[in-house]
């Protein structure tokens, strides 16, 4: 298979991985009385109706390194302002260069929600209504660029301040996408989803996967060869600009 032709299976394994860490160690990093993660690491495993993808996601010194073992090698690095996608085998590697620093707008805007709004005039999204019912809130949220006639919103459903799910809607209000979270467990004191399930609509077909993620732990040593990863000289390079 191509690289080109796996990009849109990475993109949506790397919005799974952002989501995890960055409750993880934005959390950890809010707690008073929890010890704060320096490092984190997970195995996961997605599996969608089209493939199986298999490895760890690492997360340190700001920034988050995904480690593809099946069905092909890969080293992702992602930080603020940039993404790395390398494949040994091939010798080859995506660039990915961001104008902004919000990561994945949609999962800022959900961590901001969290610990902090300030995220908000920056990734163009704003609060639009909230209610609750019994045990469960749900908000719904669009974006807030004046310069541009499409809108594009967002409904989260919260249970006892565990996230159920996150519904996308395009400008013309058709759902696009829909994450479910499941198999909460507790790590450094906060509830962390295990699992997480999207449902996808895309020209009127759907698409389903999951990720489920197991042996979490936190601030162990991270392996040299993820830690000190530099691409390796006469790799071929792509960049592209996000």
């Known amino acids: 298979m191509a690289i080109l032709d796996r990009e849109s299976q990475i993109t949506k394994l790397f919005i799974f991985g952002i989501f995890f860490f960055t409750i993880i160690y934005y959390a950890n990093a809010a707690s008073v009385s929890g010890i704060k993660a320096e490092t984190v690491k997970v195995d996961f495993k997605k599996v969608s109706s089209t493939d199986t993808i298999m490895g760890t996601f690492y997360i340190f010194d700001n920034k988050m390194v995904s480690y593809v073992k099946y069905p092909v090698l890969q080293i992702m690095v992602i930080d603020s302002l940039q993404t790395l996608i390398y494949y040994p085998n091939e010798k080859t590697a995506l660039f990915y260069k961001r104008t902004t620093s919000a990561i994945m707008p949609l999962f800022n805007m959900f961590l901001s929600f969290f610990y902090d ?91 389903n996967e999951s990720i489920q993620f197991t042996n979490p732990s936190i601030n162990q040593p991270v392996p040299k060869e993820i830690k000190e990863f530099h691409v390796p000289a006469q790799t071929l390079v792509k960049e592209i600009k996000w």
């Open 117 to 207: 709004r300030q995220f908000l005039s920056e990734i163009n999204f704003i609060l639009i209504s909230s209610q609750k019912k019994d045990d469960t809130l749900i908000t719904s949220w669009s974006t807030n660029n004046k310069k541009k006639k499409l809108t594009f919103t967002a409904d989260m459903a919260f249970y006892n301040d565990k996230p159920l799910y996150c519904k996308t809607y395009n400008y013309k209000k058709d759902l696009t996408n829909k994450i479910d979270f499941f198999d909460y467990i507790i790590i450094n004191g906060h509830d962390v989803p295990m699992k997480i399930q999207s449902t996808a609509t895309e020209n009127k077909k759907i698409f």
